[in-house]
Nanobody, 122 residues
Framework: QVQLVESGGGLVQAGGSLRLSCLAS????????LAWFRQAPGKEREFVAG????????NYLDSVKGRFTISRDFAKNTVYLQMNSLKPEDTAVFYC???????????????WGQGTQVTVSS
């Protein structure tokens, strides 16, 4: 059983930065993918970024490439999402999720955190 706990959300002005953290309790196997999703009001939950635990290979939503960076810390069992040059359209609840293999599909992820709110003001 894996539990995921996010932190680091908040209110920031456009152009600013935030770093989200996701602490994973339990064993994470080498091929597992940890990912960040987001859900804005009235919209479907969407994949933002994912990283394969062992290799560190990462993938991003096109609209965040060059602005967001996903990384992981083995010693702390933690995944991070560094978000720079934030835009009002990035406003959403951000969720950390774990899957047995890489996917951008919500239904591929069996474990989810509780979510953390990110609000970007214009």
């Amino acid at each position: 059983q894996v539990q995921l706990v996010e932190s680091g959300g908040g209110l920031v002005q456009a152009g600013g930065s935030l770093r989200l953290s996701c602490l994973a309790s339990g064993r994470i196997l080498p091929l597992y993918t940890l990912a960040w999703f987001r859900q804005a009001p009235g919209k479907e939950r969407e994949f933002v970024a994912g990283i394969t635990w062992s290799s560190g290979i990462s993938n991003y939503l096109d609209s965040v490439k060059g602005r967001f960076t996903i990384s992981r810390d083995f010693a702390k069992n933690t995944v991070y999402l560094q978000m720079n040059s934030l835009k009002p359209e990035d406003t959403a609840v951000f969720y950390c999720a774990l899957a047995r293999a890489y996917s951008r599909r919500v239904d591929a992820y069996a474990y989810w955190g509780q979510g953390t709110q990110v609000t970007v003001s214009s």
